[in-house]
Nanobody, 124 residues
Framework: QVQLVESGGGLVQAGGSLRLSCAASGRTFSTYAMAWFRQAPGKEREFVAACNWSGARTFYADSVKGRFTISRDNAKNTVYLQMNSLKPEDTAVYSC?????????????????WGQGTQVTVSS
């Protein structure tokens, strides 16, 4: 069982940056692939980024490629999402998710564990 708690959301102007954190409970964090998803009001939840158990392999949605960076610190049981050059269309609730790392398919679902989410609002 893994519990995930996100933090770091807030209000930022377009062009600004935020770093989200997702702290995980348990001693098996390093065996999980991790991902970030987001859901804007009235829209479906969408994939943002994922990394494998070590963080050496990453995968991004086209909409955030080159602006967002996913990373993790297994010693701190934490995964991060650095978001730069934010746009109003990035406004959403951002949630982290975890699943057992399955090798080459580390970035595909389904994800077994989910956090509650943190709000990110980008003003124009």
């Amino acid at each position: 069982q893994v519990q995930l708690v996100e933090s770091g959301g807030g209000l930022v102007q377009a062009g600004g940056s935020l770093r989200l954190s997702c702290a995980a409970s348990g001693r098996t964090f390093s065996t999980y692939a991790m991902a970030w998803f987001r859901q804007a009001p009235g829209k479906e939840r969408e994939f943002v980024a994922a990394c494998n158990w070590s963080g050496a392999r990453t995968f991004y949605a086209d909409s955030v490629k080159g602006r967002f960076t996913i990373s993790r610190d297994n010693a701190k049981n934490t995964v991060y999402l650095q978001m730069n050059s934010l746009k109003p269309e990035d406004t959403a609730v951002y949630s982290c998710a975890a699943k057992g790392d399955s090798g080459a398919n580390y970035y595909t679902g389904p994800y077994a564990y989910w956090g509650q989410g943190t709000q990110v609002t980008v003003s124009s």
